[in-house]
């Protein structure tokens, strides 16, 4: 106890370190644009509806997704022209102002000039603006400012009233008018029922400098204002009144080109002295450290994510904006052995050296000085645990084996803490509080200690002690009092204790899957959420524990220490970086290697400290990092569509949504618009119709080749480390149309056309059969005829009579006309069940028949048979027919010698057999009824749909056949 | 109205007093020529009797056209209509377009230059301030000028009875060409 009471008083040896800030600024990433080898140089930028980034460069427009830049190009493919102005008006109309004063607007794709009939300025195109009433303003540097309103073009300048028609920057106040910023000063100008109205602000209003270069929105109607070489000012549109800040009094950091207000903070963008960073709350400046080369720049803008981007002459530069802050430590310790770290309520930052001394940093504008506090007893190898600044503004420092300090933090006056002997050699694990109390966790015993009113530190404090055994063990890494008043300790190996109202409750295995608990915090919601050594980290929302690990989205287990940031959000620290957990989104971010950080001291549970704002520090290879939680930003990438292909060629995503069947080789190009870190972007897809499952992918296009009709959803999700709760969604919904073969009405058709098809088939062979049918019947009907005809009794009877007669006379004849008799009869049976034959076997049988009949009417009756022998070869006949039609010319007719019977066979036309006689009738008709004739006529019809015709003038009869081949 | 025609006044008069020693050219020859396309009826009428000046010091120039100068009609009552019932000839008889040159190029040189003239075209009466592009083709001490712009009837208060409406463009189209010579 050799220094057991003993009060320092102050013996510091103090060394100040000059150091400059020289650091670059984490998050800084420069983009170059390189064409055919060549380095394109960036004009302008614009940031899209969507967060989309649009660069103006000496070879047109290029857009840029965080990885590459793509080209648009001009409507005629080899054109190019420098671009000085970006705007996306109010109806969605992409706008590119030229150096050369042309203008061209982005159609399907590519950008077409825009040519009114009042031609195009001359002069650079410096900035567009929309006034909200359909007039779109372009500012020319030269020439003043144009409007173009009811297709036409109409020009503000010096004739005007405008003070001086080099118009630099435009930008809409609150009340609809036009703020120009020009080389004499800003001019507010509106039209008023046609009527150009001009009101300038110049020095005389107060302006600190003619040349305006920049007018920067700072909500309620009021901007800031770039100058030329006076700095900046504010201008209130209301009230008209321009306030100077200091800075700007002597103002040295040259030309203002570009001014950007990020919620308290300005940023201005200079010609010469790079970028820099004005608070609103200190009204300081400091310079933001890019790349030396980085001297002119401009077009700052801000993007979704709040990082802040510019052009340099290097090309695009990405920072974090004021997200990440980097402050280099003086004497630069080697970060492993920065074991605590803590920012004071002065903004001070304190932190121990490899000599185990306390640092406590002192920044002068750009330069930081440290200095030494020697503790006793303190060497390199007793080690400084944790560091706590209470509410009465005194610094505890905890040391391993050498007890607990309490220091003043301006006059550096410390003491040990020595209200029990205990505490005096004591292993302190770490220093915490809450309000009045302050919890210190050492390995004799952990204890709570009131704090007096006042901020002496020379008095006496009361502590109670906690009793070990009831935490479960004295190894407690973290106490931690939360809103509701419960008391948690994170312990090694025993997992977390809650104590309330001297109740004990005890969190470990298997609940929790590892016991050792390093930190603790609450989130806004009063959750508790702790961190173990190699499971994550878990949240306790009083009901459950919930666990988070690298498949909640965690970039790491390992984890060390957990705050909770001025926004609410749970800042997670680990080796490699940090993870920011929004704990009523779910949604993480992190940042990593490619914001410029590298080893972070995640092994030193005090090297993470919680500034007064708010903000994080850790310590790292590259200095203290400060995080600063974003306002306003997007915690995830946001998914978009930027093509889709048909066969590799763009179609027009709003108004092509149906296709035909061959249109089925469908290309989606995507993205996932996240500038912070486009490499933690992942993408997950689905092709609803196609697919029934996302497919998780790094690529950003998909082919779909021969597609099937139907209809389709694209959709796609983009979300950072896989993490896709709450990812942004974009789709694409489109229809293939089915072949028109495959389509209802098709088939339907089709099926209809096969019925009736069958229908008429059926129809016609039961037409068919029925007509076969009735042929048989007309034939046997026919055939009976004959037979009846032949079997007539007259006929044999005559033909008996003849024969007898013959013998008679002349016996030779008579065998002969027996022979003939026969034949008639054998034709007769022989034909009789033929359907046709040829014409000559008819003729031939008729010629039978007339040798019998003329042996009984002799010279009386004759036959002319007018037909060639190849007529009769090719013509076929219905057997029998020319038989009935004799036999009917003989029965219908007398025959005698007064009047004989001439029957002529002859071929009309080629088309009819004509049989023709002359009439004679006979007194006493025949019976019979003309069956025979009428047979003939349909069996006819039957056999061919050219009628049989009957001529009847009563001299002649003749009957027409159709000639059957 | 009547203050334009006073300043074209004037400065035609002035011009022609300030003598030789200003570069002023004045139009020696010049036509303007209007196109009205309706769907139902095609008009066209010209007049050779414009008259101005341009001052290529100070690249200002004034053009006046006498409205009853115009000929060509498609019949002696439609030029009859026109000046009557439109133009209103005998209130309004001259229409103008004065005004600067936009463009800050040096027209003493030759050469052929396409510039962009900012001004006030009076016609019927009413004013419109409009720019208008033309060619200017500057040989030694002449200039060529050749111009295609259009007119919005509505801009100048010129009514169409609705009997007619199908016979009148809304949107007239004017060329121009002019020579003019150094003073």
């Given at each position: 106890?050799?220094?057991?009471?003993?009060?320092?008083?102050?013996?510091?040896?103090?060394?100040?370190?000059?150091?400059?800030?020289?650091?670059?600024?984490?998050?800084?990433?420069?983009?170059?644009?390189?064409?055919?080898?060549?380095?394109?140089?960036?004009?302008?930028?614009?940031?899209?509806?969507?967060?989309?980034?649009?660069?103006?460069?000496?070879?047109?427009?290029?857009?840029?997704?965080?990885?590459?830049?793509?080209?648009?190009?001009?409507?005629?493919?080899?054109?190019?022209?420098?671009?000085?102005?970006?705007?996306?008006?109010?109806?969605?109309?992409?706008?590119?102002?030229?150096?050369?004063?042309?203008?061209?607007?982005?159609?399907?794709?590519?950008?077409?000039?825009?040519?009114?009939?009042?031609?195009?300025?001359?002069?650079?195109?410096?900035?567009?603006?929309?006034?909200?009433?359909?007039?779109?303003?372009?500012?020319?540097?030269?020439?003043?400012?144009?409007?173009?309103?009811?297709?036409?073009?109409?020009?503000?300048?010096?004739?005007?009233?405008?003070?001086?028609?080099?118009?630099?920057?435009?930008?809409?106040?609150?009340?609809?008018?036009?703020?120009?910023?020009?080389?004499?000063?800003?001019?507010?100008?509106?039209?008023?029922?046609?009527?150009?109205?001009?009101?300038?602000?110049?020095?005389?209003?107060?302006?600190?400098?003619?040349?305006?270069?920049?007018?920067?929105?700072?909500?309620?109607?009021?901007?800031?204002?770039?100058?030329?070489?006076?700095?900046?000012?504010?201008?209130?549109?209301?009230?008209?009144?321009?306030?100077?800040?200091?800075?700007?009094?002597?103002?040295?950091?040259?030309?203002?080109?570009?001014?950007?207000?990020?919620?308290?903070?300005?940023?201005?963008?200079?010609?010469?002295?790079?970028?820099?960073?004005?608070?609103?709350?200190?009204?300081?400046?400091?310079?933001?450290?890019?790349?030396?080369?980085?001297?002119?720049?401009?077009?700052?803008?801000?993007?979704?994510?709040?990082?802040?981007?510019?052009?340099?002459?290097?090309?695009?530069?990405?920072?974090?904006?004021?997200?990440?802050?980097?402050?280099?430590?003086?004497?630069?310790?080697?970060?492993?052995?920065?074991?605590?770290?803590?920012?004071?309520?002065?903004?001070?930052?304190?932190?121990?050296?490899?000599?185990?001394?306390?640092?406590?940093?002192?920044?002068?504008?750009?330069?930081?000085?440290?200095?030494?506090?020697?503790?006793?007893?303190?060497?390199?190898?007793?080690?400084?645990?944790?560091?706590?600044?209470?509410?009465?503004?005194?610094?505890?420092?905890?040391?391993?084996?050498?007890?607990?300090?309490?220091?003043?933090?301006?006059?550096?006056?410390?003491?040990?803490?020595?209200?029990?002997?205990?505490?005096?050699?004591?292993?302190?694990?770490?220093?915490?509080?809450?309000?009045?109390?302050?919890?210190?966790?050492?390995?004799?015993?952990?204890?709570?200690?009131?704090?007096?009113?006042?901020?002496?530190?020379?008095?006496?404090?009361?502590?109670?002690?906690?009793?070990?055994?009831?935490?479960?063990?004295?190894?407690?890494?973290?106490?931690?009092?939360?809103?509701?008043?419960?008391?948690?300790?994170?312990?090694?190996?025993?997992?977390?204790?809650?104590?309330?109202?001297?109740?004990?409750?005890?969190?470990?295995?298997?609940?929790?899957?590892?016991?050792?608990?390093?930190?603790?915090?609450?989130?806004?919601?009063?959750?508790?959420?702790?961190?173990?050594?190699?499971?994550?980290?878990?949240?306790?929302?009083?009901?459950?524990?919930?666990?988070?690990?690298?498949?909640?989205?965690?970039?790491?287990?390992?984890?060390?220490?957990?705050?909770?940031?001025?926004?609410?959000?749970?800042?997670?620290?680990?080796?490699?970086?940090?993870?920011?957990?929004?704990?009523?989104?779910?949604?993480?971010?992190?940042?990593?290697?490619?914001?410029?950080?590298?080893?972070?001291?995640?092994?030193?549970?005090?090297?993470?400290?919680?500034?007064?704002?708010?903000?994080?520090?850790?310590?790292?290879?590259?200095?203290?990092?400060?995080?600063?939680?974003?306002?306003?930003?997007?915690?995830?990438?946001?998914?978009?569509?930027?093509?889709?292909?048909?066969?590799?060629?763009?179609?027009?995503?709003?108004?092509?949504?149906?296709?035909?069947?061959?249109?089925?080789?469908?290309?989606?190009?995507?993205?996932?618009?996240?500038?912070?870190?486009?490499?933690?972007?992942?993408?997950?897809?689905?092709?609803?119709?196609?697919?029934?499952?996302?497919?998780?992918?790094?690529?950003?296009?998909?082919?779909?080749?021969?597609?099937?009709?139907?209809?389709?959803?694209?959709?796609?999700?983009?979300?950072?480390?896989?993490?896709?709760?709450?990812?942004?969604?974009?789709?694409?919904?489109?229809?293939?149309?089915?072949?028109?073969?495959?389509?209802?009405?098709?088939?339907?058709?089709?099926?209809?056309?096969?019925?009736?098809?069958?229908?008429?088939?059926?129809?016609?062979?039961?037409?068919?059969?029925?007509?076969?049918?009735?042929?048989?019947?007309?034939?046997?009907?026919?055939?009976?005829?004959?037979?009846?005809?032949?079997?007539?009794?007259?006929?044999?009877?005559?033909?008996?009579?003849?024969?007898?007669?013959?013998?008679?006379?002349?016996?030779?004849?008579?065998?002969?006309?027996?022979?003939?008799?026969?034949?008639?009869?054998?034709?007769?049976?022989?034909?009789?069940?033929?359907?046709?034959?040829?014409?000559?076997?008819?003729?031939?049988?008729?010629?039978?028949?007339?040798?019998?009949?003329?042996?009984?009417?002799?010279?009386?009756?004759?036959?002319?048979?007018?037909?060639?022998?190849?007529?009769?070869?090719?013509?076929?006949?219905?057997?029998?027919?020319?038989?009935?039609?004799?036999?009917?010319?003989?029965?219908?007719?007398?025959?005698?010698?007064?009047?004989?019977?001439?029957?002529?066979?002859?071929?009309?036309?080629?088309?009819?057999?004509?049989?023709?006689?002359?009439?004679?009738?006979?007194?006493?008709?025949?019976?019979?009824?003309?069956?025979?004739?009428?047979?003939?006529?349909?069996?006819?019809?039957?056999?061919?749909?050219?009628?049989?015709?009957?001529?009847?003038?009563?001299?002649?009869?003749?009957?027409?056949?159709?000639?059957?081949? | 109205?009547?203050?334009?025609?006073?300043?074209?006044?004037?400065?035609?008069?002035?011009?022609?007093?300030?003598?030789?020693?200003?570069?002023?050219?004045?139009?020696?020859?010049?036509?303007?020529?209007?196109?009205?396309?309706?769907?139902?009826?095609?008009?066209?009428?010209?007049?050779?009797?414009?008259?101005?000046?341009?001052?290529?010091?100070?690249?200002?120039?004034?053009?006046?056209?006498?409205?009853?100068?115009?000929?060509?009609?498609?019949?002696?009552?439609?030029?009859?209509?026109?000046?009557?019932?439109?133009?209103?000839?005998?209130?309004?008889?001259?229409?103008?377009?004065?005004?600067?040159?936009?463009?800050?190029?040096?027209?003493?040189?030759?050469?052929?230059?396409?510039?962009?003239?900012?001004?006030?075209?009076?016609?019927?009466?009413?004013?419109?301030?409009?720019?208008?592009?033309?060619?200017?083709?500057?040989?030694?001490?002449?200039?060529?000028?050749?111009?295609?712009?259009?007119?919005?009837?509505a801009d100048h208060n010129i009514a169409i009875p609705k009997i007619v409406h199908e016979k009148l463009a809304s949107e007239i189209k004017v060329e121009v060409k002019a020579s003019l010579e150094l003073q």
């Amino acid at each position: 106890m050799r220094n057991h009471a003993i009060r320092f008083i102050v013996t510091i040896y103090c060394i100040c370190i000059a150091h400059t800030i020289a650091a670059q600024s984490p998050g800084y990433k420069s983009f170059r644009i390189e064409k055919e080898n060549r380095f394109v140089q960036i004009n302008c930028l614009l940031k899209d509806y969507n967060g989309y980034l649009f660069v103006g460069t000496d070879d047109g427009i290029y857009t840029f997704d965080g990885d590459k830049f793509n080209r648009i190009p001009f409507e005629d493919n080899n054109k190019t022209d420098t671009v000085t102005a970006l705007f996306r008006d109010g109806e969605g109309i992409l706008w590119a102002g030229f150096l050369n004063g042309k203008i061209a607007r982005l159609r399907h794709k590519s950008l077409q000039y825009f040519e009114p009939e009042e031609g195009h300025p001359q002069q650079k195109i410096a900035a567009f603006l929309n006034d909200g009433s359909h007039k779109t303003w372009f500012a020319s540097n030269g020439e003043g400012l144009y409007y173009y309103a009811n297709n036409r073009v109409n020009l503000i300048n010096s004739d005007d009233g405008l003070s001086d028609d080099h118009v630099s920057c435009l930008q809409l106040s609150a009340k609809g008018d036009v703020l120009a910023g020009t080389d004499q000063g800003i001019n507010i100008c509106s039209i008023q029922q046609n009527k150009k109205l001009v009101r300038t602000i110049g020095p005389a209003q107060g302006l600190p400098d003619y040349i305006v270069t920049s007018i920067a929105a700072a909500g309620n109607d009021r901007y800031w204002v770039g100058t030329q070489e006076k700095g900046f000012c504010f201008y209130d549109h209301v009230s008209g009144k321009i306030t100077i800040p200091a800075v700007s009094a002597n103002w040295n950091y040259g030309q203002v080109n570009s001014i950007l207000q990020d919620q308290q903070l300005v940023w201005i963008a200079t010609q010469d002295s790079g970028l820099l960073r004005y608070s609103i709350a200190t009204a300081t400046i400091e310079r933001v450290h890019l790349n030396v080369n980085d001297r002119h720049i401009s077009c700052l803008l801000r993007d979704n994510q709040g990082n802040i981007w510019l052009r340099s002459e290097n090309g695009l530069i990405r920072t974090s904006g004021d997200i990440l802050r980097l402050m280099p430590l003086p004497g630069t310790p080697a970060f492993e052995h920065v074991h605590v770290l803590l920012s004071d309520n002065k903004g001070h930052t304190w932190f121990n050296n490899e000599q185990n001394e306390l640092i406590k940093t002192i920044q002068v504008n750009d330069n930081i000085t440290g200095r030494k506090i020697q503790l006793p007893g303190l060497t390199e190898k007793t080690d400084i645990t944790s560091l706590y600044q209470d509410v009465n503004g005194n610094i505890w420092v905890g040391t391993m084996g050498r007890g607990i300090f309490l220091l003043s933090p301006e006059s550096l006056a410390y003491r040990s803490f020595d209200e029990h002997p205990r505490f005096i050699n004591a292993s302190v694990l770490s220093i915490n509080g809450s309000g009045r109390n302050v919890f210190v966790s050492c390995l004799e015993g952990s204890m709570e200690i009131q704090l007096p009113e006042t901020s002496d530190i020379h008095q006496r404090y009361t502590y109670t002690d906690f009793d070990g055994k009831k935490i479960g063990t004295n190894y407690v890494y973290c106490i931690y009092k939360d809103s509701k008043g419960r008391t948690w300790f994170a312990t090694d190996g025993k997992g977390l204790t809650l104590m309330q109202q001297s109740h004990y409750s005890y969190y470990t295995q298997p609940l929790l899957k590892d016991d050792r608990i390093y930190s603790i915090t609450e989130d806004k919601q009063g959750n508790i959420w702790f961190s173990t050594a190699n499971a994550g980290i878990y949240k306790y929302d009083g009901h459950t524990f919930f666990n988070y690990g690298t498949n909640e989205g965690l970039s790491d287990l390992n984890i060390s220490v957990l705050r909770t940031d001025w926004l609410g959000h749970i800042v997670i620290v680990h080796k490699k970086g940090l993870d920011i957990l929004d704990p009523v989104s779910g949604n993480i971010t992190y940042i990593t290697g490619n914001q410029g950080i590298a080893y972070i001291n995640a092994e030193d549970l005090g090297a993470v400290s919680k500034d007064t704002a708010g903000n994080i520090l850790v310590s790292t290879r590259n200095g203290v990092l400060t995080y600063t939680a974003p306002e306003n930003v997007l915690e995830k990438p946001t998914a978009l569509i930027e093509s889709v292909q048909l066969f590799l060629a763009d179609i027009d995503t709003a108004t092509q949504h149906r296709f035909r069947s061959d249109e089925n080789n469908f290309t989606f190009n995507f993205t996932g618009l996240y500038y912070t870190a486009p490499d933690q972007v992942y993408y997950k897809y689905k092709l609803e119709g196609l697919d029934s499952n996302w497919i998780i992918t790094r690529d950003r296009s998909k082919t779909f080749p021969r597609l099937a009709p139907g209809k389709y959803v694209f959709r796609i999700q983009a979300a950072l480390n896989k993490n896709f709760i709450n990812a942004s969604e974009a789709l694409y919904a489109f229809e293939i149309k089915q072949s028109f073969y495959k389509t209802y009405w098709f088939i339907g058709g089709c099926i209809l056309l096969a019925a009736l098809l069958i229908y008429w088939y059926f129809k016609s062979r039961e037409k068919e059969l029925k007509r076969i049918e009735r042929l048989r019947q007309e034939k046997i009907q026919f055939q009976f005829e004959v037979l009846r005809n032949q079997v007539n009794p007259h006929f044999l009877f005559n033909s008996f009579n003849t024969l007898i007669s013959t013998i008679e006379d002349d016996p030779k004849n008579a065998a002969e006309y027996a022979t003939q008799l026969s034949d008639f009869f054998r034709n007769v049976v022989n034909q009789r069940d033929k359907d046709i034959i040829s014409l000559k076997d008819e003729i031939n049988s008729l010629h039978t028949y007339f040798y019998l009949q003329q042996k009984r009417y002799g010279s009386n009756l004759k036959c002319e048979i007018n037909i060639s022998d190849v007529q009769q070869e090719t013509y076929m006949i219905p057997p029998l027919t020319l038989q009935l039609l004799v036999e009917n010319a003989v029965k219908h007719n007398a025959v005698s010698k007064e009047t004989p019977l001439l029957i002529s066979l002859f071929i009309s036309d080629e088309k009819y057999l004509d049989i023709s006689n002359n009439i004679n009738p006979k007194i006493n008709k025949a019976g019979g009824a003309g069956m025979g004739l009428q047979n003939i006529i349909n069996r006819y019809r039957l056999l061919t749909d050219t009628p049989v015709k009957v001529y009847n003038d009563q001299e002649y009869f003749i009957v027409s056949l159709p000639l059957l081949r | 109205m009547l203050r334009s025609i006073v300043a074209i006044t004037c400065f035609l008069v002035l011009g022609m007093q300030e003598g030789k020693s200003q570069p002023v050219y004045n139009i020696s020859n010049g036509t303007i020529h209007f196109r009205s396309d309706a769907p139902l009826e095609l008009i066209t009428a010209a007049s050779r009797e414009l008259k101005g000046k341009v001052d290529i010091s100070k690249k200002t120039f004034a053009f006046m056209v006498k409205i009853l100068s115009f000929n060509g009609f498609n019949s002696p009552l439609q030029k009859e209509h026109f000046n009557e019932n439109y133009m209103e000839s005998g209130q309004y008889p001259t229409a103008s377009f004065s005004g600067k040159i936009i463009e800050d190029i040096d027209l003493t040189h030759d050469g052929v230059y396409t510039v962009r003239a900012k001004g006030n075209l009076v016609i019927h009466g009413v004013s419109q301030e409009r720019i208008i592009k033309c060619e200017l083709d500057v040989k030694n001490s002449s200039i060529a000028i050749s111009s295609n712009f259009t007119v919005l009837l509505a801009d100048h208060n010129i009514a169409i009875p609705k009997i007619v409406h199908e016979k009148l463009a809304s949107e007239i189209k004017v060329e121009v060409k002019a020579s003019l010579e150094l003073q």
